[in-house]
Structures are given as C-alpha cells and as structure tokens.
C-alpha cells in the first residue's frame, strides 16, 4: 500500500498562473482533506470533503477550489496563484465509524512556491 | 469552537535528558486529543492519541502524555531523548462527536542536541 500520495512534490508559479495539486489514496477511506502548512501557523484545513461526491469549506478556502473525482482521488486547484499561498500543502485521509476517532493519513506535502 | 495552544516554538534538549512539551486545549465539548510528529520534509504521523478512558497514554517508542481536563492539558513526555527524535511535534484537538473537524497546535521543534 503506498497510503497517501501526493504530486507534484515541488511546484514553482508565478503570480495568476494555475494549477492542480492531486492527491490519490489506495486505503478506500471515505475522508479526504487538504491542509496548508505555514510557520507558526501549524497546520489549517482549507477543504474537506466528508465522502464522496461531497465537498466542504474549512478554516481558509479563499483562492482555491476542489474536486473530488471518486474515492480515491482528492485534488485542490489553485485558480490565479497568489504570493500569500506560498506554503506546503497536505492531503490527508480518514474513514468514519461510529464509537470513535480514525486517525488522519498524511501525504508527503506539496512545496509551492509563488512569486 | 476548539483551539490548541503549544506553549514553546522550539525545545532543545541535550541527548539522554528528559524533554516535556507543553499542550493546552479548549473547547465546549468533549474532545479527542493527539501529538502528531513531522520528520523533516515528510506529512505528519500519529504519535499518540487520548480518546476515553486512562488519562495516561503511551506510544511505541517511549513518548507518553497525560490528560488532565481540570487543566486542560495534554502534555508529552519523554524519560529520555534520543538523537532519532529530532522533529516537530504537533497537539491536535477533535470534537467528540459527528464529523471530527481537527484542529492543530502552531508545533513544537524540538532539537536534540549530542
């Protein structure tokens, strides 16, 4: 099992370009989330999306939109990049059963850079 | 709404000493509560986690921490560091019930030092 993976792994763009960030995971968990991580910040959840065919805003969506193509898949899109999302950036997955908390998976992170 | 507070940015430590980062939470309703750590250029992995019952929990290679709701807090212990822990540690709060939205500490580095 490769759990979480994440690409591209590094990502350099200038102001307004575009791009996807794909995240796939092979362990048929309902939950998938997106998280930035910046210092001093920790991490914050921009998307969640609960199951599939659902998607839901977290702490910080602004500037990105979502796309959950099937269980597996969970991309993030960054429509006109932007100085201030320079960040690394995280997939996670989880799956939801009642009586308990299921632990987060996290990919490898995506560092982009955008000037 | 839940927050998490990691008192201290960075932790050095001398090799062989015991170390303790510091954790406080708050929320309205019962929590589950974490210690994530992140090696160096990789995603962040469970390090432990408190969910019900002994207030004492542990993980495999030697980290414990204790929660105490009177203080709320979730401090992690270790007896003894060892070169091999050198990461970012995160806290991490979750409510209880329904979907878990989770919410993260700024992170702690600690460094050991030889």
């Known amino acids: 099992n490769a759990g979480v993976t994440q690409t591209p792994k590094f990502q350099v763009l200038k102001t307004g370009q575009s791009m996807t960030l794909q995240c796939a995971q092979d362990?048929?968990?309902?939950?998938m989330y997106w998280y930035r991580q910046d210092p001093g910040m920790g991490l914050r959840l921009i998307y969640y999306s609960a199951s599939e065919g659902t998607t839901d805003k977290g702490e910080v969506p602004n500037g990105y939109n979502v796309s959950r193509l099937n269980k597996r898949e969970f991309s993030l899109r960054l429509e006109s990049a932007a100085p201030s999302q320079t960040s690394v950036y995280f997939c996670?997955?989880?799956?939801?059963?009642?009586?308990?908390?299921?632990?987060?998976?996290f990919g490898p992170g995506t560092r982009l850079t955008v000037l | 709404a839940q927050s998490v507070t990691q008192l201290d940015s960075q932790v050095p430590v001398f090799e062989e000493a015991p170390v303790e980062l510091r954790c406080n939470y708050s929320?309205?309703?019962?929590?589950?509560l974490f210690w994530y750590v992140q090696y160096p250029n990789q995603g962040l992995q469970l390090l432990l986690k408190?969910?019900?019952?002994?207030?004492l929990v542990e993980s495999i290679n030697g980290f414990e921490a204790e929660f105490n709701k009177s203080q709320t807090s979730f401090h992690l212990r270790k007896p003894s560091v060892h070169i091999s822990d050198t990461a970012e540690y995160f806290c991490?709060?979750?409510?209880?019930?329904?979907?878990?939205?989770?919410?993260f500490g700024i992170g702690t580095k600690l460094q050991v030092i030889p």
């Open positions: 929320s309205s309703v019962s929590v589950y």
């Open positions: 996670a997955s989880s799956d939801w059963t009642s009586g308990g908390f299921n632990e987060q998976f």
């Open positions: 408190y969910l019900s019952g002994s207030t």
């Open positions: 991490a709060v979750a409510n209880s019930g329904g979907y878990q939205k989770v919410t």
């Open positions: 362990m048929n968990h309902n939950s």
